[in-house]
């Protein structure tokens, strides 16, 4: 399956390897990703942070389970915001998943095995319905990873915003009260997770766009001032790659005109 090309090339997001990393802590403040010794990982990530996601994959799965981390954050953060055709993005959630689940069994110290397949999982149940995602125990899987990456890395940005997420996900699809008592998440959960996420990456926009959506979820229109300052906020980031930039123009489309 080709790829669609990323549409915000900018010489900014072409890294060597000495700059790569130099800028590593920044670039990867959200996954908490330890920088590769293998210069051929290094190539994969280069060739992510630029906006190649299909070459990024394709370096990456080279490399075997040591490649899942760069590969699968390239499938993922593509299908999120580049993959058109609804089929095709639920088979790259499913197929990352997957992946995620050999590498837990290989490696089951390495906090983005679990993070990744939150992340997979999360998005493909968005991509089905959430309600739908519920009956076939997806979210216990979800928390499950999420649990274990926060338990690994505790300074792990991103999955502190997918548990926020989370919390907020489930209470709209089901009400505070089934979500409580079936799930175990709380409104004050959600925001706990999004302003810890805040205080470990105070540069990320997808903390803020996905605070913002939470907010909406959890208290509406009563928070749409809140909401809007967030989306504000997020859209005027300033992006030091591929994914950042993605990020930003989300946040954008979210504005109000």
């Keep these: ?12 997001y072409q890294y060597t390897a000495a700059s790569l990393k130099k800028a590593w802590p920044q670039l990867h403040a959200g996954d908490a990703e330890p920088l590769p010794k293998d ?32 590969a699968n954050k390239a499938a993922g953060i593509y299908a999120t915001y580049l993959e058109d055709n609804e089929k095709k993005k639920i088979a790259m959630f499913e197929e990352i998943a997957k992946r995620c689940e ?8 390495d906090a983005n095995a679990y993070y990744w397949h939150a992340f997979a999982l999360g998005r493909y149940a968005q991509g089905i319905s959430i309600v739908k995602a519920l009956s076939q125990g997806i979210a216990k899987k979800v928390r499950a990873s999420l649990d274990r990456a ?15 997420a989370y919390h907020a996900e489930i209470i709209d699809a089901v ?3 089934i979500a409580s008592m079936t799930y175990g998440v709380k409104k004050e959960e959600s925001y706990k997770y999004f302003k810890k996420a805040l205080e470990l990456n105070p540069d990320s926009a997808i903390a803020r766009t996905e605070y913002a959506n939470a907010l909406l979820k959890l208290d509406g229109k009563k928070k749409m001032d809140d909401a809007v300052t967030l989306y504000e906020e997020a859209a005027g980031c300033s992006a030091r790659d591929a994914m ?7 946040a954008k489309a979210e504005l109000p005109d």
């Design 1 to 12: 399956m080709a790829f669609q090309a990323f549409p915000y090339p900018e010489d900014a």
């Design 39 to 70: 210069a051929k990982l290094i190539q994969a990530w280069i060739a992510f942070h630029a906006g190649d996601f299909e070459k990024a994959v394709q370096l990456g799965l080279e490399q075997g389970i040591d490649g899942y981390n760069v």
């Design 102 to 109: 050999e590498q837990q069994e290989a490696r089951p110290d």
């Design 150 to 164: 926060l338990e690994l890395s505790p300074k792990h940005a991103d999955a502190h915003i997918a548990m926020g």
């Design 175 to 177: 009400g505070s009260m």
């Design 244 to 250: 950042e930039r993605l990020d930003i123009e989300a």
